[in-house]
């Protein structure tokens, strides 16, 4: 079955640095759209950023452009999200998801990894 599992969230003070991990499996990861989604409290589930399945098209959230970048690895199923310069906004549940193509519908979604930003 499909499994999506994140990692990597934590604690950090603002300007600090996560990189966050989304293993996959269960799918041909390379056949499909992976994205990062976010939901803070009280809040949506909102887009963070989404790569496409070659990994040559991504988008971004304004809220995060010049500060996250996403990356997939299809070598060893896993999207990765570099995540730069963090702000107290930033503070979320972070979620991975995976989609037939770049405009398509979240099929399948991770467990979620908290990422709180200090100060």
């Known amino acids: 079955q499909v499994q999506l599992a994140e990692s990597g969230g934590g604690l950090v003070q603002s300007g600090g640095s996560l990189r966050l991990s989304c293993a996959a499996s269960g799918f041909t990861f390379g056949s499909y759209a992976m994205s990062w989604y976010r939901q803070a409290p009280g809040k949506e589930r909102e887009l963070v950023a989404v790569i496409n399945h070659s990994g040559t098209q991504t988008n971004y959230a304004d809220s995060v452009k010049g500060r996250f970048t996403i990356l997939r690895d299809d070598r060893s199923d896993a999207v990765y999200l570099q995540m730069n310069n963090l702000k107290p906004s930033d503070t979320a549940v972070y979620y991975c998801?995976?989609?037939?193509?770049?405009?398509?519908?979240?099929?399948?979604w991770g467990q979620g990894t908290q990422v709180t930003v200090s100060g």
């Open positions: 998801g995976r989609s037939w193509r770049i405009d398509t519908p979240i099929e399948d």
